[in-house]
């Protein structure tokens, strides 16, 4: 049993060492860009990049883009961990008798003004849509430009560091 468990065990190890060899040159390539943007991350040099001698300074922008960004995203999840969203409920308005009848009617009167007019009920919904898609658009260019502001900012900030 001996022999010929080490020639087993011996066969499996040289399968294992040979399916590990074409796995790993298999996946070289991805291996390779991934460790560029590593590298590229921590402000190295890459192998395809050479400093001109001619030039006194070189600044490798990737690195402060992405630790900023990188902050952006470790602020915005600590701070929604820290205090999650909470919906809070609106408090009921304390109302006397006569708010209340003057309040009901308005609802009264709208809803008959609506259920009067069916075309109109039906415009409703595209208008309310293109309003929507208009308010998104917005929101969305207002975001973009935050996060571009966001990330001059930590670019600033990391360069007043360096220089401090």
């Known amino acids: 049993m001996g022999k010929k468990h080490d020639r087993l065990v011996e066969e499996l190890g040289q399968y ?5 060899e074409i ?3 298999t996946k070289r390539e991805q291996y390779d860009i991934l460790l560029d943007c590593l590298r590229q991350v921590r402000g190295e040099l ?3 990049e050479t400093l001109d001698p001619d030039i006194d300074v070189n600044f490798n922008i990737t690195s402060p883009i992405v630790k900023g960004i990188v902050g952006l995203i470790r ?3 600590a701070n929604s961990i820290e205090n999650p969203f909470v919906i809070k409920a609106t408090p009921q308005a304390d109302l006397d008798d006569a708010q209340t009848k003057n309040v009901m009617q308005a609802v009264m009167a709208q809803l008959q003004a609506t259920v009067a007019q069916p075309q109109v009920m039906a415009a409703r919904p595209q208008a309310m849509v293109e309003q929507l898609q208009v308010v998104m658009a917005t929101q969305h260019q207002l975001l973009q430009m ?5 990330a001059i900012q930590t670019q600033l900030r990391q360069l007043w560091k360096m220089q401090m």
């Open 16 to 20: 294992v060492r040979d399916r590990f």
């Open 23 to 25: 796995a790993k040159d």
């Open 46 to 48: 890459l192998a395809c």
């Open 75 to 77: 602020d915005v999840f």
């Open 146 to 150: 935050l996060l571009h502001q966001l």
